[in-house]
């Protein structure tokens, strides 16, 4: 984690939550014999005592989620799942109760942390300032997640303008039919967040293929765009939303198509000291049917080897209007302006929508490489295509088409 992206934030690790005794947490993991080598079990201790600590309901679905970014090599899954499941049933008498209060006075948690949620406040009022363009050719950081990894040595010798924590920057808001993302907010913002539950029912389904639980509660929306990755789960859904930015160099803002942002391979239209401030797109109406789809070397907690969102708007049997995207077929996440002119005013057959795997090919130039061959790639962007068709449109019973 950037040391940038703890200012403001109160940091507790393994040892702040030991009291005299073993916790109820450290208790559960001892007593279903969930670890050995002990390497990951800090992990699994501090993730469910986040999960102790947040407002989600004290099911053993919940708690589950909540450790699904840590990986143990050598204890066994079902061990730890029971223990999970044990620190739910200590929450199942909490209410309305605030949840650090609750923990303290359990002595699930030390004490001290039913002080945490009054200081983190005094701490935010501090961090409520307007965003500062300084250092216009620093590098911009959000949650951090992919680019410390891809260029660690480059960044620590940058300046670095840390962005996740801008208060300007975050929020989900709905102005009439349409919705502002602030770059700064986090996957698991877009996961809580009631606009999108409402006009995307299966919003958290596509999430929970996309990164881990640690994950989400730092990577930013903006930081998933910028960063440019040709198979970025998040660019490819806002690409079929048709969704626009909007970039500041700090006197003046501009916006532009998330489409047109990618001119080549981590080749943006932004000069280096624009910030992307926002995403913007039109919620879909009534009529209007959306949907992700991934496939990837393992099911979860994997990058993707193809990935496709479209959206569609049908009048009776025809297609009126399609957007279309994929990722890992190309240089760049890209729309699919062949098929999607193809597909536009034409009739919802299955004939129509295996000529458009055919059009699609020609909307792409995948290469071979650890995710798969090229063929392979192709062949995944037809069945994901067939995919989208048989999720939205069950009355077809257009199942046989993934064989053709």
């Known amino acids: 984690m950037p040391l940038g992206n703890v200012h403001g934030k109160h940091i507790v690790t393994i040892e702040g939550i030991n009291q005299d005794e073993l916790n109820p947490i450290q208790q ?25 600590l947040s407002k989600n309901a004290a099911t053993i679905q919940n708690a589950h989620a909540a450790i699904d970014g840590n990986i143990c090599r050598c204890t066994g899954y079902k061990s730890i799942e029971r223990a999970a499941a044990r620190v ?29 949620e009054e200081r983190l406040l005094g701490l935010s009022a501090h961090l409520n ?87 989400r509660n730092l990577a930013t929306i903006g930081g998933n765009l910028i960063n440019a990755s040709p198979i970025g789960d998040f660019t490819i859904v806002f690409l079929a ?25 981590k080749t943006l239209d932004r000069q280096p000291e624009e910030i992307l401030e926002k995403i913007t797109f039109d919620l879909p109406s009534p009529s209007s049917r959306f949907n992700f789809e991934k496939v990837s070397k393992r099911t979860h907690l994997d990058i993707a080897s193809v990935n496709s969102a479209i959206q569609l708007l049908v009048d009776g049997n025809l297609i009126t209007s399609v957007k279309l995207s994929a990722g890992g077929v190309a240089p760049i996440p890209r729309r699919l302006t062949n098929t999607e002119a193809f597909l536009t005013g034409k009739p919802l057959t299955e004939a129509v929508i295996l000529e458009a795997t055919q059009v699609a090919q020609t909307d792409i130039a995948p290469i071979s490489d650890a995710r798969g061959t090229e063929a392979y790639k192709r062949l995944l962007l037809s069945q994901l295509i067939k995919a989208h068709f048989i999720k939205l449109f069950p009355e077809l019973k257009v199942e046989s088409l993934l064989a053709q």
């Open 88 to 116: 739910a049933q200590l929450l199942e008498s909490r209410t309305n109760e605030v949840p650090t209060q609750f923990v303290a006075d359990r002595g699930i948690l030390p004490g001290y942390f039913s002080t945490i």
């Open 241 to 265: 939303l048709d969704a626009d930015i909007t970039l500041n160099d700090g006197t003046q803002s501009r916006s532009l198509p998330l489409r047109d942002l990618y001119l080549g391979y």
């Open 129 to 215: 300032g307007e965003l500062r363009n300084d250092f216009p050719l620093a590098e911009r950081v959000g949650g951090g997640t992919d680019v410390y990894v891809q260029k660690h040595d480059a960044l620590k010798e940058s300046s670095i303008l840390f962005l996740a924590e801008k208060a300007s920057l975050k929020g989900i808001r709905q102005e009439g039919n349409t919705c502002d993302i602030g770059a700064a907010s986090t996957v698991t913002d877009l996961m809580e967040s009631p606009i999108l539950q409402r006009y995307f029912p299966d919003f958290k389904a596509y999430t929970k293929l996309i990164s881990s639980t640690p994950i």
């Open 28 to 52: 559960a993991m001892v007593e279903e014999s969930a670890t050995q080598c002990g390497f990951c079990t800090p992990g699994f201790v501090m993730s469910l005592a986040g999960f102790c």
